[in-house]
């Protein structure tokens, strides 16, 4: 009954790579993030997505590409890897009408 | 820019209250305060938000001054479980800009 839920939760791979990172959530909401977390512990948000529609899209190179195939999911795909894009990436999700945000367990991302 | 400011680090002894503050002295009208905190290695998790009253859940209570400037977040009952780090946030719409938080140690 995990409500926002992602998958792989760790993510080894080396520079030049493309891969993704998906998120679910079963918990009906509307709209959904991504955030990342650096080594420092920063968390700053990506991206944000209402009923498949990006709303929020922060100052994040053009090698992540976020995809929204229905409202209960949002991936996140990164292309060419680089060695700074190490962090804990986390989804979140919030109710309609709502702004408390939900989060799911995260996925480490290790570049090499 | 986070645009609060939280002690860096803060202890208290399982059982007793947890008190933490925040201090938002340029919050705007629209703007609500809301506090989560993240266990070592999980997700943030939501604790609660208030636009100007006082609110309590089954988890904390925030106290926010009058003028709004400043809020103070209440964990009645200190567990262990509840060492965290806990961050206080404004925000007006859904985008959150996290801060350095506060550390809280709970001792047995």
Known sequence: DTAVSQTPKYLVTQMGNDKSIKCEQNLGHDTMYWYKQDSKKFLKIMFSYNNKELIINETVPNRFSPKSPDKAHLNLHINSLELGDSAVYFCASSPPGAYEQYFGPGTRLTVT | ?108
């Open chain 2, 1 to 108: 820019d986070a645009k609060t400011t939280q002690p860096t680090s803060m202890d208290c002894a399982e059982g007793r209250a947890a008190n933490l503050p925040c201090n938002h002295s340029t919050i705007s009208g629209n703007e609500y305060v809301y506090w989560y905190r993240q266990i070592h290695s999980q997700g943030p998790q939501y604790i609660i938000h208030g636009l100007k009253n006082n609110e309590t859940n089954e988890m904390a209570s925030l106290i926010i001054t009058e003028d709004r400037k400043s809020s103070t977040l209440i964990l009645p009952h200190a567990t262990l479980r509840d060492t965290a780090v806990y961050y206080c946030i404004r925000s007006s719409g859904d985008k959150l800009t996290f801060g350095t938080g506060t550390r809280l140690a709970v001792r047995p």
